[in-house]
C-alpha cells in the first residue's frame, strides 16, 4: 500500500513512469525485533474474549445429526443451538499431520513443510517419524506467543519436540494411541513445555492394561471371556500384532483419550490462557477400526463381529461428546468455542464395498471429503455457513483474539460466522507476516537428542494398522 502510495505521488509530480519498491529492512536484529514488534502491537486488540479450539479427527455431520436427532450428543447440540455451523472441506491427501498443520499455521502444505506421516532423514535417507523439526513457518502457539498471549496446545500433531511457549505445550507423543508411544525415563526430553510439567502430569496418565472389561462394555456387546482372551494374546504374543486386535486396539484408543483429557482439565484448573486448544484422534480410530461393522450390515463383516461392534461408533461419538462437555463446563463464560474435523468418514452406502477402513497401504480410503465446523460463544452469531477450508481456521482464531491476521495466510477470516456488533467494533487488522517477528521459529524448538528407544520403529510400524 505504501508503494503504491509513493507511486501516485511520483506520477502526480510529473514523472512518466515510476517504480517503487520497499524492500527488507536491514539493521542489527535487536533493533529490527523492537520494530516488527512495535508494529505487531499497534495491530492488538482487547476484543475480551479467549478461544477454544477442539479437534475431533474423522468426526462426520452425517453420523453426528441422527445422533442430535436422538437427543444423544448434548453438548455439541447446545452448542450448534446458539452456534455457527457448517461443513469443512479437506484436502488431498488426506493425512492427519498434514491436515492439523494447515489449521494452526493457516500455510498450506507445501509452505508448512509437513506432508505425511513419516518424513525422509537427510543423514541416513531412512523414514522416520515425522516431528515438529520440519516445519517450515509459525504455528498459532508462536504467533500468541510473539503478541505476549497465552497458549496451551495439546496432542496436536508433530509437535515434538515441544516448543516453548507462554503456556503449555502437550506433544503428540505423550499418550499418543496410534503409534504406541510409551515414553521411558531416557525419551522424556521435548514431551511437554514446561519441560517438568510431563513428571507432574505422569500419575494422571492411564495405561491401556487399566482399562477393564466394565470400561468397554458402553461400546461393544462381547463376553468377558472374549475381553480377557484379547488382553492374553497382547501379553503373550507380539504386541504389534496383537494391537491389531479391534479389543486390545480400543482399549489403547480409550487410555489415550482418558489421558489426554486429564491433561486438557488439569491445563484448565491452573488458568484458562488466552488460546486453549485439544486434538483428540479417537472418532477417527475407531472409524478405522469399526465404520465396516455399522448398519446396514456389510457382506464383509461377519454375522458375530456385526453383533459385536455394530453400536461401537455410535457409542464413541457419546462418549466423545461427554469428554467435550467436561471441557466446556471448565471454560471460562468469555470463551469463545471452535470446533472442527480434518475430514469426515464414509458411512451407510457410501463405504467401500470390499476394503475393510483399516486396510494397509491405501490412507484415506474411507475418509470423507468434508468434516464439521462449529462455532459458539460472545463473539458468534447463529448461521448455517457455507463450506469452509481447513485454511480458514487460523485468520479466524488471530482475528477473534485481537490479533493482526497475516496476509501471507491464503485462507480468509470467517466473518459470516462472528456477530455483527463484534465485526462493529473489532475491524480486522492486518500484519504482512509472522515469520520475521519476534523469536525465530528455530529458536522456538529445544535441542532435543534423537532416543534410540525403539519408539522410532513403533511409530513406523503402527499406522500400518489403520491403513496408513
Known amino acids: 500500500e505504501a508503494e503504491k502510495r509513493v507511486r501516485a505521488v511520483l506520477l502526480a509530480d510529473g514523472f512518466a513512469t515510476a517504480q517503487v519498491r520497499f524492500g527488507k529492512v536491514e539493521g542489527p536484529r535487536d533493533v529490527l525485533a523492537a520494530i516488527e514488534a512495535r508494529a505487531l502491537r499497534d495491530r492488538l486488540s482487547d476484543t475480551g474474549t479467549k478461544i477454544a479450539l477442539i479437534g475431533l479427527d474423522g468426526a462426520d455431520w452425517e453420523i453426528i445429526d441422527p445422533l442430535l436427532d436422538r437427543g444423544l450428543l448434548p453438548n455439541l447440540a447446545k452448542l450448534k443451538a446458539r452456534g455457527a455451523w457448517g461443513n469443512m472441506k479437506s484436502m488431498n491427501p488426506m493425512l492427519s499431520p498434514l491436515l492439523w498443520t494447515t489449521v494452526a499455521t493457516g500455510k498450506p502444505p507445501e509452505q508448512h513443510g509437513i506432508i505425511d506421516f513419516l518424513m525422509k532423514d537427510a543423514r541416513t535417507g531412512k523414514p522416520v517419524p515425522v516431528t515438529s523439526r520440519w516445519r517450515k513457518v509459525k504455528a498459532l502457539w508462536n504467533m500468541f506467543d510473539d503478541a505476549g498471549r497465552t497458549s496451551a496446545f495439546i496432542a496436536w500433531w508433530a509437535t515434538w519436540p515441544a516448543e516453548t511457549v507462554s503456556g503449555y505445550m502437550i506433544s503428540d507423543r505423550v499418550a499418543y494411541s496410534l503409534f504406541g508411544f510409551r515414553a521411558g525415563q531416557g525419551d522424556l526430553a521435548g514431551e511437554t513445555y514446561p519441560p517438568d510439567y510431563y513428571r507432574r502430569i505422569r500419575p494422571s496418565l492411564i495405561d491401556d492394561a487399566a482399562i477393564t472389561f466394565d470400561d468397554l462394555r458402553p461400546f461393544v456387546r462381547i463376553t468377558r471371556q472374549q475381553f480377557e482372551a484379547a488382553r492374553a494374546r497382547l501379553k503373550e504374543g507380539d504386541p504389534k500384532i496383537a494391537y491389531r486386535d479391534p ?93 472442527l474435523s480434518d475430514h469426515g468418514f464414509k458411512n451407510g452406502g457410501g463405504r467401500p464395498v470390499d476394503e475393510p477402513p483399516y486396510i494397509e497401504g491405501k490412507p484415506g480410503l474411507w475418509h470423507r471429503r468434508y468434516g464439521i465446523l462449529l462455532l459458539a460463544g460472545p463473539a458468534i452469531q447463529q448461521a448455517h455457513l457455507d463450506t469452509s477450508g481447513l485454511e480458514d481456521i487460523a485468520p479466524t482464531v488471530l482475528y477473534l483474539a485481537g490479533l493482526p491476521v497475516p496476509e501471507d495466510m491464503p485462507g480468509r477470516v470467517l466473518e459470516e460466522a462472528i456477530a455483527p456488533a463484534f465485526r462493529r467494533r473489532f475491524e480486522v487488522r492486518r500484519i504482512p507476516t509472522y515469520e520475521t517477528i519476534g523469536r525465530p521459529l528455530r529458536e522456538a524448538a529445544p535441542v532435543v537428542a534423537e532416543a534410540d528407544s525403539g519408539a522410532d520403529q513403533e511409530m513406523l510400524e503402527n499406522p500400518r494398522a489403520l491403513g496408513y
Open 247 to 339: 479389543l486390545n486396539h480400543l482399549t489403547r484408543i480409550l487410555a489415550s483419550a482418558r489421558s489426554y483429557q486429564a491433561i486438557g482439565l488439569d491445563i484448565l484448573s491452573r488458568g484458562q490462557p488466552d488460546l486453549f486448544s485439544l486434538y483428540y484422534q479417537g472418532i477417527d480410530e475407531v472409524c478405522h477400526r469399526f465404520a465396516h461393522d455399522m448398519p446396514p450390515k456389510m457382506a464383509m463383516v461377519s454375522d458375530a463381529d456385526y453383533a459385536a461392534y455394530k453400536d461401537t461408533v455410535f457409542a464413541y461419538y457419546r462418549y466423545q461428546d461427554r469428554l467435550l462437555g467436561e471441557i466446556l463446563r471448565a471454560l471460562s463464560p468469555d470463551t469463545t468455542v471452535i470446533v
